[in-house]
């Protein structure tokens, strides 16, 4: 079976088995396991901000950002399409008693600064006030597009304007740097905090990070406890994540492999195919007037994974267990299941 369904289904490498086994282990919750503290300031470092936070997960993350951002009652504005908003739970108003406000984002799912002051509400005896804007880059139901840190810097300073804060989903970001060609810390200049994932692209098995200002972290930290996520001897898990950080270069690979499966799916009669700016391709099945759930299970019976977006739309992802040979196989096999 080829797996495209997502880049979290990578199972980590030997060197990260090892990573874990030998790892410098404290408890995390007094601060004292030192694989933690290296991965947080590596994170840190990496994303150009003064501290940063290891989490269990990328939803924990943008969670406890949230909380942290914001007070109870206000209003948090989202791209409609967000992860945060369309695949959280309900987290924004379950954890931070946040109303959501969506913004259009258009094919690439970034606002455009007269959007963001639309959207914006002022605090009044009738109106709760806007205490947060949140940014997706890449932004995944769009397809894995890339969006130009202008684009971020614009909404981003068009919220701090009006005194709203900015969190930045950057789950993907390092895709992002690595198909723009820019240093991942490009995408966080304007932005109040970021959150990115160690267990996507990167390859490790647990884990994201949430960075931010020093004092931003610091009660993050106090957030994350509040939400369970202290964890102990979390270097088992972590030092396998040092190895993650080094292998943002390597999404680029991905990214190719992305570029040879939609090129070879384009030709297949009856799909439609996004050009991909990172490592997801979308596929569009409605021309041929089959719903993506039926074109999943053929792909399946074929050998090939997806994951369906949308009811004509499935999403396919390359990842590190990915070879060159294996997207060629999965066209290959999508082509004759069709
Ligand atoms: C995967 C993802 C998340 C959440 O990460 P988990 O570790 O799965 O909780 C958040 N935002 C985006 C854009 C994602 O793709």
């Known amino acids: 079976?080829?797996?495209?369904?997502?880049?979290?289904?990578?199972?980590?490498?030997?060197?990260?088995?090892?990573?874990?086994?030998?790892?410098?282990?404290?408890?995390?919750?007094?601060?004292?396991?030192?694989?933690?503290?290296?991965?947080?300031?590596?994170?840190?470092?990496?994303?150009?901000?003064?501290?940063?936070?290891?989490?269990?997960?990328?939803?924990?993350?943008?969670?406890?950002?949230?909380?942290?951002?914001?007070?109870?009652?206000?209003?948090?504005?989202?791209?409609?399409?967000?992860?945060?908003?369309?695949?959280?739970?309900?987290?924004?108003?379950?954890?931070?008693?946040?109303?959501?406000?969506?913004?259009?984002?258009?094919?690439?799912?970034?606002?455009?600064?007269?959007?963001?002051?639309?959207?914006?509400?002022?605090?009044?005896?009738?109106?709760?006030?806007?205490?947060?804007?949140?940014?997706?880059?890449?932004?995944?139901?769009k397809g894995g597009v890339a969006i130009a840190p202008e684009k971020i810097d614009a909404a981003a300073e068009a919220a701090h304007d009006l005194g709203v804060p900015v969190h930045l989903d950057g789950a993907r970001v390092c895709n992002a740097a690595v198909a723009r060609d820019v240093p991942v810390s490009r995408f966080t200049e304007q932005v109040d905090s970021v959150m990115f994932c160690l267990s996507k692209g990167l390859g490790a098995p647990v884990g994201s990070m949430l960075a931010g200002t020093e004092e931003f972290v610091a009660r993050a930290r106090r957030t994350r406890k509040l939400f369970g996520g202290g964890m102990r001897q979390a270097g088992m898990v972590a030092a396998p994540g040092l190895l993650a950080l080094d292998n943002v270069d390597r999404l680029a690979e991905d990214h190719d492999n992305a570029q040879v499966l939609a090129e070879e799916l384009a030709d297949v009669d009856g799909l439609a195919v996004q050009p991909p700016e990172?490592?997801?391709?979308?596929?569009?099945?409605?021309?041929?007037?089959?719903?993506?759930?039926?074109?999943?299970?053929?792909?399946?019976?074929?050998?090939?994974?997806?994951?369906?977006?949308?009811?004509?739309?499935?999403?396919?992802?390359?990842?590190?267990?990915?070879?060159?040979?294996?997207?060629?196989?999965?066209?290959?096999?999508?082509r004759d299941a069709l």
């Open 1 to 141: 079976m080829i797996d495209l369904r997502s880049d979290t289904v990578t199972t980590p490498s030997e060197a990260m088995r090892d990573a874990a086994r030998d790892a410098d282990v404290g408890d995390d919750v007094y601060g004292e396991d030192p694989s933690v503290n290296e991965l947080e300031a590596r994170a840190a470092d990496l994303v150009g901000t003064e501290d940063a936070l290891y989490v269990p997960t990328g939803t924990m993350g943008n969670q406890v950002a949230a909380r942290v951002h914001t007070e109870r009652g206000q209003e948090v504005l989202v791209e409609r399409e967000s992860h945060v908003y369309k695949w959280e739970l309900g987290g924004l108003a379950q954890h931070a008693a946040l109303q959501v406000r969506t913004l259009d984002g258009g094919s690439r799912g970034v606002p455009t600064p007269e959007q963001v002051r639309e959207g914006y509400v002022e605090e009044d005896a009738h109106r709760p006030g806007t205490g947060l804007l949140t940014l997706e880059n890449t932004h995944n139901s």
């Open 278 to 334: 990172t490592n997801i391709v979308l596929v569009s099945t409605e021309s041929a007037g089959r719903s993506a759930d039926a074109f999943l299970d053929d792909c399946e019976d074929a050998g090939v994974l997806g994951t369906q977006f949308d009811a004509h739309v499935a999403r396919f992802c390359t990842h590190w267990d990915v070879d060159r040979e294996d997207v060629e196989a999965a066209a290959e096999r999508i």
